[in-house]
Each structure stands twice: as C-alpha cells, then as structure tokens.
C-alpha cells in the first residue's frame, strides 16, 4: 500500500517510529551532508550523504571479543544506493558476521528515492533508485511524500491516507530510466579482460590512499588484529599493499594487480558466486578518488580493441 503524505503527516511517522527506534537521519553540517543525531523530520536533508552510512553497520573500528549488542535504530534520509548497497553485502556477511547480523536485524532503514539523479551518478545501470526491498520507502514528489512500508513497518503508516495513485513509484522508475539511460553493465563479468591495458593505465596514477573503498557503500572487507583494547575489526582496503601480505609474501605486489582485484572482485567474482554486481551507482569513488579513476570506464572500455 502506498499512502500520500504531507511535511505535517512525515512529522507525526516521524514520532511514532522515534517512540520504538533511537532515530538518526542524513542532515547537513559544516558544509557536508552526514548521519546524525536528529529531533524532527524537517532536520533531513534529501542530498546524497558525503559518505554512506556504511558504519551503522559496519563500524570503522570495533572490538570484536565483546558480545555482539545493539540498539533499536532508525535511519531516516538513505538513500536507496546506499540501501542496496546493504542487500548486496547481506548475500556474503548476513548471518556469518555476528556483529553486522545483529545490527542489520535492529536498524530500520527509511530509504529517499531520489527525484533527480545526482552529479555523476549511474543508479540506472544497477536498478535505479526505486527498489524492490526496503523497509520505509520514501518518494518526495509534487510537493507530497509518497511512503510504502514493508510488512515488517507497516504498522506505523496505520491511519494516514492512501494514495490513489499506487503505480507512482513504478511511474517514478520508468520516467527516471528514461530520462537518464543506463550504462551496459551486462555481461561486464565476461567482457574484462585480465590482461587489459586499463589496469596500468590506472595504477600509473593511483596512488593507493583506499578512498574509493572507504567510500564505497558495498566495499565490506576488514581487517583483524589485536591491541591493548582487545581483538578489533578494521574497514580495509584492497587498494593498500598490506591488503594480501602474508608470511610467504604478498600475493598481489603490484598496485595494477590491485586495481584489477577490485574490479574483477565487483564485476565478476562477486556476480557469480552471489548473483549480484557489488556496486550500485552511487559514484562516490569517483567523487573521492583525488586523481580522478572512474569505475565507469572500466564498464564502458572495449576490452576487444586493445
Ligand atoms: S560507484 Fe563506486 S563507490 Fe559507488 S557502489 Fe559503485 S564501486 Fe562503490
Ligand atoms: S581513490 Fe583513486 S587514488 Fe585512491 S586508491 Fe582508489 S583509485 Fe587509487
């Protein structure tokens, strides 16, 4: 069921799911859009957050010899790159990493589709903003909210009024298809080449910083080691040298190999072992990467006429 919403009716939700969850939104701070504490829903902003909010999930750094707990959370204002992001990491870490599992269980997520596409962004070549899992699904059009919930968070749309129009969201995601076309992404597992040009090309640039990971809300590798704290979880990168050392030696020295690695890994290995690309469009990698890689060319580059 879909239910059309005003700024008053968004406020009131807003209450009743604060009354169950601790509630967090994306809002704007010094410049930037992060996750934080909020009061009310006119606090969110609808930008694309500066990072995703990857560490309510997946913390930068936790100790993992503790028992893994969490609050009831709310988090208004994702933005359905991100959320995918989440249905992607969940067919390799839900169920195995208990830390992520039992947060996973106990967030609920309030995903913005968006109504335009953001700079650079390729949603479309993954899906597009309006998704087929959610928890609160939320469309800011023509003035109005347009709001489906599922069956799990149903209950707290309960009273407020239907829409008549219940295709919007799927009118929502032909027009954006439409206005915005969509990268050839099919096939990309079988189209890169191994021993492609590109991955010189980029690591006679790159200059191995990890932001295209950090930033990346889909990139879920961590590192384990132990301090004075105890045993922690670290968010790692494939991009860093230390990535694959090992006693034996480092099974990836090369900074190309690396590239290669995170490209192979996010179109091809991850696609055939879990049916899905890790990556969902969100451009942020580009946005950070400071000597400017484009994880689009790697899609659109003609691996057969090199
Ligand atoms: S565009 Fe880059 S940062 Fe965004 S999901 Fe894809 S790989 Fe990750
Ligand atoms: S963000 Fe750019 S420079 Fe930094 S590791 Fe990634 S590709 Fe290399």
């Not at 922690?232 to 991009?239: A, G, L, V």
């Not at 899905?276 to 400071?290: E, K, M, Q, S």
Request: aromatic share 14%.
């Amino acid at each position: 069921m879909i239910y059309k919403m005003t700024d008053k009716d968004m406020e009131i939700l807003f209450e009743r799911i604060s009354k169950d969850f601790q509630s967090f939104g994306s809002k704007e701070e010094n410049g930037d859009i992060v996750f934080g504490d909020i009061q009310r829903f006119s606090d969110i902003s609808e930008e694309k957050s500066s990072y995703p909010p990857k560490d309510f999930l997946i913390e930068r750094s936790e100790n993992i010899l503790s028992i893994p707990r969490a609050e009831k959370r709310a988090v208004f204002g994702v933005k359905s790159c991100d959320l995918r992001g989440f249905y992607i990491m969940d067919k390799q870490i839900l169920g195995k990493d208990p830390f992520y599992t039992v947060k996973r269980e106990n967030t609920m997520f309030i995903n913005f589709v968006c109504e335009k596409m953001c700079s650079g962004g390729f949603c479309t070549s993954f899906g597009g903003p309006v998704l087929d899992e959610y928890d609160v699904q939320v469309l800011h059009k023509n003035g109005y909210f347009y709001v489906e919930a599922s069956d799990k968070y149903e209950k707290y749309l309960f009273g407020f009024s239907e829409s008549d129009d219940q295709n919007v969201f799927e009118e929502h995601k032909k027009e954006f298809e439409s206005l915005y076309g969509r990268l050839n992404v099919d096939g990309i597992e079988n189209r890169m080449k191994w021993s492609s040009n590109l991955w010189n090309k980029f690591a006679n640039y790159c200059i191995s910083c990890g932001a295209c990971n950090y930033s990346c809300p889909t990139c879920y590798c961590v590192d384990v080691y132990d301090d004075d704290d105890g045993r922690k979880k670290e968010w790692d990168s494939c991009i860093l040298e230390g990535f694959t050392r090992t006693a034996a030696g480092n099974v990836r020295p090369e900074l190309s190999e690396r590239l290669r690695q995170r490209f192979y890994h996010k179109f091809k290995y991850y696609k055939l072992s879990r049916g899905a690309y890790l990556c969902t469009g969100c451009n942020r990698c580009v946005d950070d990467c400071p000597v400017d890689i484009d994880i689009k060319e790697v899609i659109t580059h003609d691996y057969d006429r090199e």
